[in-house]
């Protein structure tokens, strides 16, 4: 039952990834990274982390991607503009080149790294622990209490810059 | 019970793919789209290894990722923005005046 769960969620993420950089118009992609999106927050339930699915839907799927949603609408730029040529863009020989032995090299590096895993299986007594929001939210303001705040003041400098950034010069 | 092994491929493919879409795509919206997915397969490589060692610390990290995200969606929209009331176009190869 959980391995379908998790083979249905893993293959709605992959495929709605794949489709969200294989389409031409920013509207569609902005949709199905919503849908791979949800997947993951299904992912999450299945890893005992339920707060963290609820704020993928509310953060990810509600906010962030609402406000790509309304530059793509903004902006009003549906279709890209084809490659100028093929030898130019990387799907030349030399960017297929580069991209196959960095491929190769990724694929190495994750068998050599899953390979030397250890066979330490999941203790399902801990289960209860890990999904605890009151546990999560007392480690939050106790042992990352410094971080949290310092996350504050980022959204604080990123929401100024935005901001000047956007603003039309006079 | 699903094996740490898998989510941490399924991971690696979904940061390849986003990976992939900020090389391949010419336009600079699908390219934040593209580290969008990549952020999230690190935020599924947390949570897995959390759970796995039994701890909360990879969900706390995660949510974390999820802020620095908020951010940059942010910041790179609102660059989108003034580039395109720059020069009326998105494709990354349009923006190369600092390119040595």
């Known amino acids: ?170 | 019970m699903v094996p740490l092994t898998h989510y941490l491929v399924l991971s690696g493919i979904l940061f390849a793919i986003g990976t992939a879409g900020v090389f391949l795509r010419r336009n600079l919206i699908t390219v934040l789209l593209s580290i969008e997915i990549m952020l999230n397969a690190v935020n599924l490589t947390f949570v897995a290894v959390g759970r796995q060692i039994g701890t909360v610390d990879g969900q706390i990290i995660t949510f974390f990722v999820m802020t620095v995200a908020a951010a940059e969606a942010a910041v790179g929209l609102a660059l989108v923005i003034a580039l395109f009331r720059h020069r009326e176009t998105l494709s990354p190869d349009a923006f190369t005046s600092l390119k040595w």
Not at chain 1, 17 to 30: A, H, W
Not at chain 1, 73 to 94: D, F, I, K, Q
Not at chain 1, 122 to 137: E, L
């Open chain 1, 1 to 170: 039952m959980e391995t379908a769960a998790f083979y249905i969620f893993a293959t709605i993420a992959v495929l709605a990834s794949l489709f969200v950089v294989g389409q031409r118009n920013p509207m569609y992609s902005v949709m199905l990274l919503i849908t791979s999106f949800g997947a993951l927050a299904g992912l999450y339930v299945l890893l005992d982390a339920p707060f963290t699915a609820v704020t993928q839907i509310i953060i990810y799927a509600g906010a962030i991607m609402v406000l790509f949603l309304f530059v793509v609408m903004l902006l009003n730029v549906p279709r890209e503009e084809p490659a100028p040529s093929a030898a130019a863009s990387l799907l030349g020989p030399t960017g297929l080149k580069i991209g196959a032995v960095l491929s190769a090299l990724l694929a190495i590096e994750m068998v050599w790294a899953l390979s030397r895993l250890p066979a330490r299986s999941f203790n399902p007594g801990q289960a209860d622990q890990v999904s605890d929001v009151g546990n999560i939210g007392r480690m939050l303001f106790t042992q990352h209490a410094f971080a949290f705040e310092a996350t504050s003041v980022l959204i604080l400098v990123a929401m100024v810059g935005a901001v000047v950034i956007a603003r039309r010069e006079h």
